[in-house]
Each structure stands twice: as structure tokens, then as C-alpha cells.
């Protein structure tokens, strides 16, 4: 099985790239185990679902190849080394423009719509990448957020067409908590749901923003990051989950594994805390 890890990179700061680079090499694909019989949780918290070999540790699906595929947008000249040091196997593609890159601050992000067409191409490219490589799965995960370990393991092994991760996150710092998933429109969700998300499990949803499984037929399906433009939605990811759901494909997010994000610069200080806490045991 082939998997291509992708995302399209802009990183003022060059410790938050540091974590999400770290959290990348760290995942742990299922690979093969032979001669071993017993199989045991692979155990985060008592609710993970996850196998490995109880003798030696090796999960118990096939062997997964990986490939790492980045687009570095208008880059500040600290990337290219950090990646050669973290994933020296990783291929970078760097667009310089003239439009200015993601407005991020300590009170929230501002996505103008350049910046956002940018990273549409940059996705589709990615897509494209994946096709004419033979990838089986193309995985997106934004490069603000760290990863625990087991994450892609275990969204391989719901064998979805398109599944995410989740994470919460305050999109301004004195708002509520909220998810990188939704069920409906721009950013539509119910309570119930909400409160549903926070127990471990794998549920249906609309959308998924940010850090995305997409199985091949997805792709061969022709769904895509390309604008819509008689809908008002602009962000990218509405435009691939809206052609995603036309074309008869059902979107999950998992919540066994929450990813850190890493929103605002402050968000750095709970970083130690969170590798800590989801270690596994």
C-alpha cells in the first residue's frame, strides 16, 4: 500500500514547522508482522481501537510505503534544511507570488482569497501526484498541527474513502472550543453533535478541514480541491467535501487520535504537555 503525505506550506514561525515535521516522521504505518500469532490494544487510552502484535509490537496489516510531497508557498529560507534534517526523503515544489501569504496573529487567522486559490492549486497539483505516482491513499494534514503517532495506522485501518482526524481548537482566543468537522453549509453544526465528538469513535460528518485521508478512487472520481464559483463558500476545503458528497462519497472524521493545533504562537506552551499526555503507554 502506498500512502503520499502532502500539504501546501507557509510557516512563519520555524518552531511550529519544527513540531508538525516531527509529528510527521513519527507516524507509525501498520506494517507487516510475520510469525507472530497474538495481537493485543494498541493502547493510548482505554478506548483505542488499534491492533499490534502482542510479541513484538508490529501492527498486523500489510506493509505501507510512504512518500512525502510538500508545496512551500513564498518560503523564508529556514524550510529546505529543516526538512532535509526531520525528512530527508521528502520532495518540495516552492512557489514564490506576489500575494501575500495567510494573515496569522495571536487573535485569529485571515484567509484572502489569492491566498486560498493558491493553495487550491497547490492541492490539485498534489492530487495529481498522487494519481501519476500510484498512491493508494493521499493524506492532507496541515502544517500547524502535530500528529500523534498512531494516527495514520488507524485511519488506514477503517478503510474509508475519505476519513479525518479531529482536533479543537478556539479560533478567537475568548471563543468555545470548536472542531475541524462539520456537518453542513459554511461551518454548520448542532450540539448534539458536538457533544458526540468529544467520546472516542468514528462518525459521519459533512466536512473535514485540515488533515484528510483520501482512499484513490475519491480522485479517480474526478473530486477535487478546484473553486466552485457560483457558491459563496471560499475556502477549499468546502469545494472538495461539496464535490466529494455530489459524487457519492461519504465523509468520516475519527476522535480516538486528536491532533494538537497549533493556531496561535501561544499554543506552543501546551506542546510538551500534550506529547506527554499522549505518549503511548
Not at 500512502?3 to 516531527?22: F, G, K, M, N, T
Not at 473530486?223 to 464559483?229: H, L
Request: aromatic share 10%.
Amino acid at each position: 500500500m502506498k500512502v503520499q503525505i502532502s500539504c501546501c506550506v507557509h510557516q512563519e514561525d520555524p518552531r511550529v514547522l519544527e513540531a508538525w515535521l516531527e509529528g510527521i516522521a513519527g507516524l507509525n504505518p501498520c506494517q507487516s508482522c510475520d510469525g507472530c500469532s497474538s495481537v493485543k490494544p494498541q493502547i493510548w487510552d482505554e478506548d483505542c481501537p488499534g491492533l499490534i502484535c502482542g510479541e513484538c509490537g508490529v501492527s498486523s496489516r500489510s506493509s505501507v510505503e510512504l512518500s512525502y510531497k510538500f508545496v512551500l508557498h513564498n518560503p523564508l529560507g529556514y524550510e529546505a534544511e529543516m526538512f532535509e534534517r526531520i525528512i530527508p526523503t521528502a520532495k518540495l515544489k516552492v512557489i514564490k507570488t506576489a500575494i501575500p501569504c495567510t494573515e496569522a496573529s495571536d487573535h485569529t487567522h485571515a484567509w484572502h482569497q489569492g491566498v486560498i486559490e493558491i493553495v487550491s492549486k497547490a492541492k490539485n497539483d498534489l492530487i495529481h501526484e498522487a494519481l501519476d505516482s500510484g498512491a493508494d491513499y493521499l493524506f492532507f494534514c496541515d502544517s500547524d498541527q502535530v500528529l500523534q503517532p498512531p494516527t495514520l495506522a488507524h485511519l488506514l485501518e477503517q478503510e474509508k474513502d475519505l476519513i479525518g482526524c479531529i482536533s479543537w481548537c478556539k479560533w478567537t482566543p475568548d471563543g468555545p472550543e470548536l472542531p475541524n468537522a462539520w456537518m453542513k453549509d459554511h461551518y454548520t453544526m448542532d450540539k448534539d453533535s458536538l457533544e458526540t465528538w468529544r467520546k472516542p469513535g468514528v462518525y459521519k460528518v459533512g466536512f473535514v478541514g485540515g488533515c484528510l485521508l483520501i482512499h484513490r478512487k475519491v480522485l479517480e472520481a474526478g473530486v477535487s480541491y478546484i473553486p466552485i464559483p457560483n457558491l459563496s463558500f471560499k475556502m477549499e476545503d468546502r469545494w472538495f467535501g461539496i464535490r466529494a458528497a455530489v459524487a457519492g462519497f461519504q465523509m468520516w472524521v475519527s476522535t480516538y487520535y486528536p491532533y494538537l493545533h497549533l493556531y496561535r504562537s501561544g499554543d506552543l506552551d501546551r506542546l510538551e504537555v500534550w506529547r506527554e499526555r499522549t505518549k503511548v503507554l
